[in-house]
């Protein structure tokens, strides 16, 4: 651990909601205020890669991908304060020039020195649960060493979740290319043929960059962020590598890797059935109530054993659905996701993974005729049965019914094209680690122009 010195003193700053659905991005902020006051500048050193932040992508206020940003430095005493002023300069420049409107509500956040317990909470209630502003407000009445130059604001959540992501938790990295200012809100022009290839030539130490069963491209966002593109790996230094390797068909302004929570089910906490509220990310361990419902767009709907009613929902475009329609009453099964609330009150948990345990195969059959041995056949409903083959009839006897238990142990995840970013996909499964600050040591920033 990096700690202050007589010179020098640890700081974490923490960035969010600074963008708009059309405009900007906080990592795109972050990368444009490294490139012009932290590159090069012998005040400062970095003690971290930059870290990108995702927190709870249920949570309504999020604009994409419910991202904050933390970057952790280590800064010469009396440069502290021209830091911070020319952090709140910049960020008030990028508002104004990418148009990010008042709805957006942008979070800067400072900790000096030892980051507070409570912002390692705050960190989990923000991927795991809603966080209330008067949370917020509880937590910066306990904690004496976090500085908000630009005041309280929702984004200020994010920004302090950000910085209280805890050491020792797995992480993956992510390397992000920017566009140039000209090019945002044109058309993407990458060559995807190049990218499948590369992808599959480094496909041990990346994920969810290409759907190849699918054939799609996941790793360029939709509509008129800055980002051209990012690739999600386990290795920075091969991310260098794979985006060298890419046939770029339009020029970047520059890229970055930053060190985050990505693909590692972080939001997946073990919850006790009572504890499922909306908003609430987790797994929850219960059996099936009631038989699989299909609905209109083949999504698929079971009732789970809980207290109040909670009913589990499989989306047509998620590929759970064929396992989904296949659950008996009563098996058990560890389903996780996160919590909405349909209109009727009822909490309803969006399925990311289903984990079957034990499965209930429950084989009825007519009874076999205790004279003769031969099956026999109905007379209808509470009529009893009858032999065809020497007449025997009986109202006393009932159906045989078979019950076996499998231990199945079979995990199912949603198809690549439907995972969110901090899904865990199959591949990351057995390479998990313990991550902490890691002074970079390689390339992690390149800027062109
Ligand atoms: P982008 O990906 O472009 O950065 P985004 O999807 O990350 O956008 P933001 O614009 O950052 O979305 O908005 C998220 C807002 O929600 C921020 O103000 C953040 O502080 C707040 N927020 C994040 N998680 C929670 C939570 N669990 N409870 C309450 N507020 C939250």
Redesign the pocket.
Known sequence: MVESTEEHVVVHIGL??I?SPFNG???HFTYMFIKKYLLMNENIEFIDYPNLVR??PS?P????????VALRIKVRKPYKDVLIKALTNSLTDYINAYDVKSK??P?VAIVEGNIPVELSRIYM???T???HIDYLRNLLNKVNNIELPLGIS??????L?AIGWPQDTDCTYELLAYRLIGNIGRERCIDWNSLREVDVKYKDYVFNNYDHVEDVPLVAPHGS?PVLLGIRGNDPEILVKYFNELNLCEAVDGWMIYRTNQGTDAHLVLRSIDDVRPYRTLCVETSVKSRPKVLRGAHVVIEIHSSPKTYAAFYADTSLTNVARDLNVDDEVIICGSVKQWSNNTNVLNVEKLYIKRKIIKEIHNPKCPKCGKRMKSLGRDKGFKCVRCGFKSKEITKDINISIISLNSLHVVKTSKMKHLSKPLSRYGRERKCSYLIPTSKWIEVYV
């Open positions: 969010d909601d963008d991005c906080t990592t927190l709870n949570i206020f999020k604009t994409r991908g419910n991202g904050a957006y509500s979070g209630k923000a991927l649960d809603y966080v929702r984004g200020v959540i994010g920004a979740a962020d």
